[in-house]
Structure formats: structure tokens, C-alpha cells
């Protein structure tokens, strides 16, 4: 997976692209960390690159948004394909983790 | 004309993982009919089952599998099998809390297969999973 990493009005917004899976997971989770740990909690997670997404990566954006939300600030998810909203979904995350259409609205809307 | 089976054997690592979604995109280009969404949700159990292989199985990293795919007519079937110590801990399809970091592999493949199946016999793991093709007429 790759992670570029930007910045619009204040929010983070990391771009990745390739499979989210337990491979890549454990970088992505420490990627967000270190993001907030240097003054920057509020983050969009720019899901249109991924071609698929396993249980590892929605335990990384859960344990991110946990991060986040603990600095006073929060995760957004942006623009998933249809396998990420499919597993959003049937794992209940939706409820937490409502995807955006894009990211222009996930950072609009702070 | 293509076959309508395939299989790969290997170590249960993550590189392994890699050949499992190599061979079901080459089973979903051969069968044009498959519908998209049927093998992006098989394919989706079928990788939660093999991480768990590889996350617990043991000796961890020298646990082999073999992996075997058949694209039927009415339904996808898959069989895991795998040379590492018998599973304990039970098969728990319960989905965890919202805010849990772990443990959605097991439950996300039982919400997505019609039938999951855990063996042990001949000193192996098999785990069997079907998911039924949504129908050509369902439309």
C-alpha cells in the first residue's frame, strides 16, 4: 500500500492506494499516529486507491479514529469502492466510520 | 475453454495471501460470467480465513497450506487446508464491539459465506466455504 500524505485548511489528508490488508495495516495505524502525535488530529483517510480492504485495515482506521478522537480531534473517511463500503458494513463500522463522498466533503465539512 | 478449478500450494505468510488474491482474479477473468460482487465478497471470506491461518497458525511461518477454488455453476466453493496444529480456541461468529481493533476476520466470513466449515483430520485444518452466485435472471 502507498500513503501520500497532504494538507487542505488544517486537516491532514492521507491518500493511500493498493491493498489495506494485515500487511500494510500496522503502518498505516502507526502512520496516523505519529500524524496526531505531531499536533494534527484532525485527519481524512482518502480511500479511493484501495482495491481492498481485510479486517487488519478496519482495525487500523478504528484504532486511528480512537487516536484521533482521544487528541480532541477525529478520523473521516473519504471516497471507498465497494468492497471497502461492502465490509464497512457488514462489520457495523458504518455506524462509526460514515464514509464521504470525497475528500473535498470530508474536509468541508469539519 | 477455461477449467472451472484451480489450486496453489504454500507457506501460510503473508506473501502466501498475495497468491491467493493472484488466483482469484485469474478465476474471476476466466469466468466472465462470475458477477463482480459474488467473487469480491468470496474473495473477501476467503482472505480472512487465510489471515487467520497465518496470524495464529502454528509453528507460525512454517505452517503450510493448500488452497483449492471451484467456480460452480449455482455457488463458489473454496477449501482451505493447512498443516498447522489443531485449532482451540472454537470458531466465534459473534462480530465484536464497534471500537474493537481486532477480531472481525472469522465473524466478516460467516456473514459473508452460506456455508463455513471447520475440519481436523489427517493431521491437518480444513476450512470449506461456499457463498451461492446470486443468479443470472436475479436482475
Known amino acids: 500500500m502507498q500513503i501520500e500524505q497532504s494538507e487542505r485548511e488544517g486537516v491532514v489528508v492521507l491518500t493511500t492506494s493498493g491493498r489495506f490488508n494485515m500487511v500494510s495495516a500496522p503502518r498505516m495505524k502507526a502512520r496516523i499516529d505519529e500524524t496526531v502525535a505531531a499536533g494534527n488530529p484532525r485527519i481524512v483517510v482518502d480511500l479511493s486507491g484501495i482495491e481492498f480492504m481485510d479486517s487488519s485495515g478496519l482495525g487500523a482506521l478504528i484504532g486511528g479514529l480512537k487516536t484521533a478522537r482521544q487528541a480532541s480531534g477525529d478520523l473521516r473517511i473519504a471516497a471507498p469502492g465497494e468492497q471497502v463500503v461492502t465490509v464497512l458494513r457488514l462489520t457495523n463500522l458504518d455506524r462509526i466510520l460514515r464514509p464521504y463522498a470525497s475528500v473535498e466533503e470530508a474536509v468541508n465539512g469539519w | ?139
Open chain 2, 1 to 139: 475453454m477455461a477449467g472451472d478449478g484451480y489450486g496453489l500450494q504454500g507457506f501460510a505468510v503473508p506473501e502466501g495471501v498475495e497468491d491467493l488474491h493472484t488466483l482469484l482474479g485469474r478465476a474471476g477473468a476466466e469466468h466472465p460470467d462470475l458477477d463482480p460482487s459474488d467473487l469480491m465478497l468470496f474473495e473477501t471470506a476467503v482472505i480472512e480465513i487465510a489471515n487467520n491461518v497465518v496470524e495464529h497458525g502454528v509453528p507460525s511461518g512454517q505452517v503450510r497450506w493448500r488452497f483449492t477454488l471451484h467456480v460452480r455453476p449455482d455457488q463458489l466453493e473454496a477449501t482451505l487446508s493447512d498443516s498447522g496444529e489443531a485449532l482451540t480456541d472454537g470458531f466465534d461468529p459473534t462480530m465484536p464491539d464497534v471500537l474493537a481493533e481486532e477480531g472481525r476476520g472469522l465473524p466478516l466470513a460467516h456473514a459473508i459465506l452460506d456455508k463455513i466449515e471447520y475440519t481436523r483430520h489427517d493431521d491437518a485444518n480444513h476450512w470449506r466455504m461456499v457463498r451461492r452466485r446470486t443468479p443470472d435472471d436475479g436482475a
